[in-house]
Structures are given as C-alpha cells and as structure tokens.
C-alpha cells in the first residue's frame, strides 16, 4: 500500500514568494494532519481536517499559513508571503480515527531565503 | 493540561547494550493513547506502537519492549542488544478524545549507538 505521499521533498525559495505544500493521505484514512518541526520548538501541529473538514487550525502560526482539502486525497498547506522564520521540515499525516496511528508522510524540507 | 515528557535529550551506547527511553505524561482523562514514534536520520517519522490507557499489559515486539505504569504516568521504551540501526530520535506521544485527539509529542530523545 502506498504511503502519505508528500510533494515537493525540498523547497528553497526567496522570501515573500507563495510556497505551496501538497499531501495524499493513504486511501480510507478520514484524519489529516499537518505539523512542522524545527529545532527550536520540535514537532508542532498546524491544523487537522476530519472528513475535508478542519477541524483545528490553533496551530497555524499566523494569517500567512492556509489549509485546504478539497477532497479525500489531497490537502494543501500554502504560506504567503514566506518568511525566513518559516524554514522547516512540514510533515502530513493521516489516520484511520482520531486515536489510531498516525502515518507520516517523508516530509517537506522549506528553506526561505 | 496534557504534557508529554522526555527527559533524556541525548543516549549514547555502544552496541548490543540495553537502553531504556523515558516518557512521563500527564492528563487529567481516564481515557487517552500513548505513542512511540522513530525518527531516524533520513529524517521520516516512523509509528512503533499504541496502547490506551485501559490496558496496562507490557508489550515485547523482538528487541522493543514497552513498560505502561499508570501508577507512576509513565510509558518507558526499552530496546535490548541495541543495533546501529537503531539510532535515531524517538518520540512519545499522547492524545485524548476529550481534546479532539490532537497528538501531543514530547521533545524527542536523540539515540546514538556506536559500533
């Protein structure tokens, strides 16, 4: 079975450029998750959606950071403008339920320059 | 509040030893899941077990084993004859249903196995 599918692996961009982050969850999980980790404040969780639809966003850092799931096998996460202080590695995941194991996509590396 | 804590940032053993990870929690539910996840250098995040907080029962998957204790908030990890391969950073984790199941990660505990 395939696994979370992440795209792009890296990302290097200026500052102030649009970055748009993509995701396929695995077939029939019904959660998707975002998170970020960087060294500072380790694995962090941005947003989750449930059936399309999210479900909390108290982990997106500020107005610049978006989410969508327009249907069960994709998800976006798009920062813009990008700032320097966004540089991380963004993880999606997803989930049969709420409390089941979560699976992890390998991860967007971002750097802005 | 739940919080997860690893107070080991770093382990260094030499191969074949045996080395226990750390993981205390807290949570004001009686219902929640526990978590232990595997990073290892080429950097994805790699799910190793779940237990809930009904059973108690110890775990043993080859070399890993999980030690749950209610008693003392804890969900230690312990890995014998240890490998280089199992180098790598290794999280614990909490959710509860009570707080819409986010998954809560303690900060990590860096591995390092030397030959």
């Known amino acids: 079975d395939a696994g979370v599918i992440q795209s792009p692996r890296h990302e290097v961009t200026e500052m102030g450029q649009e970055v748009t982050l993509r995701c396929k969850p695995i077939s029939g999980h019904d959660y998707l998750f975002w998170y970020r980790q960087t060294m500072m404040r380790g694995l962090e969780l941005l947003i989750y959606f449930n059936n399309n639809v999210p479900i909390d966003d108290s982990g997106m850092p500020e107005d610049r950071f978006s989410a969508k799931m327009p249907n069960a096998s994709f998800s976006t996460l798009k920062i813009q403008p990008s700032e320097p202080r966004d540089s991380a590695v963004y993880f999606c995941?997803?989930?049969?339920?709420?409390?089941?194991?979560?699976?992890f996509g390998d991860g967007t590396r971002l750097s802005i320059l | 509040a739940q919080k997860v804590t690893q107070a080991q940032t770093e382990i260094s053993v030499v191969e074949k030893e045996d080395v226990t990870l750390d993981c205390v929690y807290e949570?004001?539910?009686?219902?929640?899941?526990l978590f232990w996840y595997k990073q290892p250098p080429s950097g994805e995040l790699v799910f190793l077990i779940r237990?809930?907080?009904?059973?108690?029962q110890n775990e043993i998957s080859g070399r890993y084993s999980w030690n749950f204790q209610k008693s003392t908030s804890s969900f230690n990890f312990t890995i014998t004859a240890s490998q280089v391969v199992d180098s790598a950073v290794y999280f614990c984790?909490?959710?509860?249903?009570?707080?819409?199941?986010?998954?809560?990660f303690g900060t990590g505990t860096r591995l390092q196995v030397f030959p």
């Open positions: 984790a909490l959710s509860e249903p009570s707080n819409t199941d986010k998954l809560i």
């Open positions: 949570t004001r539910d009686t219902t929640y899941y």
């Open positions: 995941a997803s989930s049969l339920a709420g409390n089941q194991p979560q699976h």
């Open positions: 237990r809930n907080s009904f059973d108690e």
